[in-house]
């Protein structure tokens, strides 16, 4: 399940003023309904039906990856603006980016009820980190998870796919080293 916050985060906030009639209407038509209060939690399958909408409608231009991608970084940033995500950036920022990304679960956690991750340290400031996340949402956590490290005050982050199969996908994720 996706919980409300993660569509409020996305529909609500990363895409303010952006939402057109069509969107609001193709939304509607995979089970959401902006005029209307949010449900708590979606399934799985109609959070993946609103981000292809909404990929196909404001991103028409671009490639699929990178239209998800854009989706990612839009709800994180919307996210932010939350009750629950300014709540959780407020602690996130206080952590070096080591111990944000030992708590991607956590955090993607708050936000539905499935995300599994694994982590393996390659360098001081580098990791690769593998989630149960397959099919096109791949991209749009890549974007979540470069912007969530851009809102903890990460510097120069980068989250590459390095490789995904039927159960997930394998990121490269690394950072400058803070000076000072």
């Known amino acids: 399940m996706v919980f409300d916050q993660t569509l ?26 902006l005029d209307r209060r949010l449900l708590p939690a979606y399934p799985f399958e ?8 909404a990929a196909r409608e404001l991103y028409a231009d671009l490639p699929e990856e990178q239209a998800y991608h854009a989706l990612g970084e839009r709800m ?4 932010r603006s939350t009750m629950m995500g300014r709540a959780l950036f407020s602690v996130l920022q206080l952590l070096g980016p080591r111990r944000v990304l030992a708590r991607v679960q956590q955090s993607f956690r708050s936000g539905n009820n499935y995300t599994q991750v694994r982590i393996r340290d390659l360098a001081p400031t580098h990791l690769e980190l593998w989630m149960n996340e397959a099919g096109p949402t791949r ?8 912007a969530g490290m851009r809102g903890c005050g990460v510097q120069e982050p980068l989250v590459e796919v390095r490789g995904f199969d039927d159960e997930g996908v394998t990121f490269g994720v690394s950072w400058k080293e803070a000076s000072g």
Request: aromatic fraction near 8%; glycine fraction near 14%.
């Open 139 to 146: 991209y749009l956590v890549q974007g979540a998870l470069l």
């Open 76 to 79: 994180v940033d919307g996210y």
């Open 8 to 33: 409020e985060g996305l529909f609500s906030r990363g895409l303010e003023g952006r939402i057109t009639p069509s969107l609001k209407l193709h939304l509607k038509e995979v089970g959401v309904d």
């Open 46 to 53: 109609t959070w993946c039906s609103c981000v292809r909408v």
